[in-house]
């Protein structure tokens, strides 16, 4: 939606495809931490990015309430990094991009974040991360792109193939209300997350090029629990051993989150609620007195070095990716859209796409890097 809305600012008109009602995929189901998690283990290709939108996030959010009258809830509420042994790393990579940290004494911990258990007494602090409230942040895009008048949204629409002809994506191949038909654009853009491996493997390519290994993007699941506590336990994020807890409006409190590696399966488990819990509860004792009022899982787009894929498919002159941002899709879009309609409508990027064209990652991707 991110691409749409800024292809709709420069005049195109585009037509969005969504299998099912738009962002209700991953981009619903995560935690809107507006930072990656432990950001200094991450490439300088992902550094770039998410701290492009991160600048951009204030201002964006701020449009789309004053566009939709939808708030989504942008609050710089900071993130308190428990655990993290790499300490020096995290430091000289703060200092490298001027992204602050602070390294908190016991006392500063718990002046902070009363309620956490006892037994921390030393911690990292990034002030300026923020969280935004991802269900909303997606209603304003819809409902932004909506708005304008070269805008199609088409919902319930299945994209089944991308006919290549000539070097060319010509059309999609669509099923709408047990109806097939075909979509034909001038540009072809593919945001199909944890399912984008999957369309282009299905592309009807005819006797021209192979186009399946063209990205490797695979489901990596994640579940995650909401409480609704009786007062306000939190100020802001807290961080331990890779499992979070991010505090909402209107005393809601999200706890993530698991990592499951098994393939299109959104199920959500018993096994799953009871680590999460332990986990939540084990941060924060008060929890424990709270109701858990919801549970869900989504399928983030795994990608190898969680580096997303952006810009044009090799060999074809219209057809564009923009997916596998595995953990980091939420704090990565605003940049990541910006991105790739730069190099769709032949501007100058303002960062360097190597590091994220498909072409030149084909050669050099493996998982597990
Ligand atoms: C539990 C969890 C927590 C997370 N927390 C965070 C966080 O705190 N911060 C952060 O930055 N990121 C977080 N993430 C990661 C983030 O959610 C993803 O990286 C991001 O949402 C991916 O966005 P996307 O648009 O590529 O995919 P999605 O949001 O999954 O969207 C893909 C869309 O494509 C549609 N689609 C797929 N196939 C077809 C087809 N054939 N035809 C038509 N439509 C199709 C789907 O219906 C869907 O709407 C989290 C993810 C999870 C699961």
């Not at 718990?110 to 991360?129: F, Q």
Request: aromatic share 6%; with cysteine; glycine share 8%.
């Amino acid at each position: 939606m991110l691409v749409a809305r800024e292809l709709l600012t420069e005049g195109a008109s585009v037509c969005l495809v969504d299998r099912h009602t738009c962002g209700r995929e991953a981009s619903w189901a995560g935690g809107g931490i507006v930072s990656p998690l432990y950001p200094w283990r991450y490439s300088e290709a992902v550094t770039a990015l998410a701290s492009k939108a991160q600048d951009a996030y204030p201002a964006l959010t701020a449009d789309l309430l004053n566009e939709t009258g939808i708030d989504p809830q942008y609050r710089a509420c900071g993130l308190l990094m428990l655990d993290a042994q790499d300490r020096e790393q995290a430091l000289q990579w703060s200092s490298r991009h001027t992204r602050h940290i602070h390294v908190w004494s016991e006392h500063e911990i718990y002046a902070h974040e009363r309620e956490l258990a006892p037994g921390r007494v030393s911690a990292m602090w990034m002030p300026t991360v923020a969280n935004v409230r991802n269900p909303r942040l997606l209603q304003a895009l819809r409902a932004s792109v909506n708005s304008f008048p070269t805008a199609v949204i088409k919902e319930h629409c299945d994209v089944q193939s991308i006919n290549i002809i000539g070097g060319r994506a010509s059309s999609a191949r669509v099923i709408q209300n047990g109806i097939a038909s075909l979509i034909q654009a001038s540009s072809v853009i593919v945001t199909a997350g944890a399912w984008t491996g999957k369309l282009l493997t299905d592309m009807q390519t005819g006797a021209e090029s192979r186009l399946d290994s063209l990205v490797q993007i695979a489901p990596v699941k994640g579940e995650m629990l909401l409480y609704r506590t009786e007062r306000p336990l939190l100020t802001g994020i807290v961080l331990s051993n890779g499992r979070y807890l991010i505090p909402r409006s209107d005393n809601l409190i999200l706890a993530g989150s698991t990592l499951e590696y098994c393939d299109f399966d959104k199920t959500i488990s018993e096994h799953a609620r009871t680590s999460l819990a332990a986990s939540a509860e084990g941060l924060l004792p008060a929890l424990a007195e709270s109701s858990i009022i919801a549970q869900w899982a989504g399928l983030r787009p795994g990608s190898p070095a969680g580096i997303p894929y952006i810009g044009r498919v090799q060999g074809l002159d219209n057809l564009y990716v923009n997916a596998g941002h595995f953990r980091n899709g939420l704090v990565l879009a605003p940049a990541s859209a910006k991105l790739l309609v730069d190099i769709v409508l032949g501007r100058t990027p303002d960062i360097d796409p190597s590091p994220y064209d498909p072409a030149l990652r084909r050669a050099t991707d493996s998982f597990g890097s």
